[in-house]
């Protein structure tokens, strides 16, 4: 299997792991369903960002899902699909410029700090 192949797979397999659609996986990355079923039958591969950001959202070890070293779930984690309120904020994130978010990550940071 190549390995394009392999990493498909393992998206397949963490996606299905939590009972996410497609579609579902797709909306959150600001792409078409039509990516993501392409990079799980191998034909296309994803970028390191997106390999990233399909990590995060599924709660998955980055690790396993780049090269398939170590486990799918790190042993802190939990395997559980984010809320629909961290999904709405993640594709707000998304549709803003990379400044835009280096601005919302500085507030939020700063908030944070404010809190303590």
Same mark, same amino acid.
Request: no cysteine; charged share 20%.
């Given at each position: 299997?190549? +390995? &394009? ?12 792991? #939590? /009972?996410?659609?497609?579609? $579902? !996986? ?16 191998? +034909? &296309? ?12 959202? #599924? /709660?998955?070890?980055?690790? $396993? !899902? ?38 919302? !990550? ?11």
């Amino acid at each position: 299997m190549s +390995e &394009q192949a392999e990493i498909g797979k393992r998206i397949k397999d963490a996606r299905q792991a #939590l /009972n996410v659609k497609q579609k $579902w !996986l797709s909306a959150n990355l600001g792409i078409t369903a039509t990516a993501v079923s392409k990079w799980e039958s191998g +034909e &296309q591969f994803p970028t390191l960002d997106k390999l990233s950001k399909i990590a995060l959202l #599924l /709660n998955i070890n980055f690790e $396993w !899902l780049a090269t398939g070293r170590g486990e799918m779930v790190a042993p802190a984690q939990s395997v559980a699909p984010p809320t629909d309120e961290l999904s709405a904020m993640i594709r707000a994130m998304n549709s803003l410029s990379a400044e835009q978010r280096n601005v919302v !990550l500085k507030f939020i940071h700063d908030w944070t700090q404010t809190l303590k």
